[in-house]
């Protein structure tokens, strides 16, 4: 499910969830690693009053490693916290990488 290296990089990322079928979804509100969209619901007012509202996961533009090369994704925190991307930080050079592994 998150195995990034799985991905096809040749084509753009569909941002098209089950949740809204045919709907585009902004890419900031979009996570494409774990395909979470923003969700949808009710802001009730203490008089019970409900107007509609959405909520957006929180995503973040980042630079991860997919097969090796660096990619920009919109990747949402619980999946940067979870570990289900490898960060492509300018700071850690590829010896690096390979010493730790
Ligand atoms: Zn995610």
Redesign the pocket.
């Known amino acids: 499910m998150f195995k990034l290296s799985m991905m096809d990089v040749s084509q753009p990322i569909r941002c098209v969830t089950k949740q809204f079928p045919g709907e585009v979804i902004t890419m900031g509100k979009f996570?494409?690693?774990?395909?979470?969209g923003a969700m949808t619901g009710h802001n009730v007012s203490h008089s019970n009053r409900k107007s509609s509202r959405t909520w957006a996961?929180n995503?973040q533009k980042v630079r991860v490693l997919v097969d090796g090369r660096p990619m920009r994704l919109n990747?949402?925190?619980?999946?940067?916290r979870s570990g289900?991307v490898q960060r492509a930080l300018p700071s850690v050079k590829a010896e690096a990488v390979t010493e730790e592994a």
Do not use: D, Q
């Not at 990747?75 to 940067?80: A, D, E, S």
């Open positions: 996570c494409e690693v774990c395909e979470k996961p995503v990747v949402c925190t619980r999946c940067l289900y």
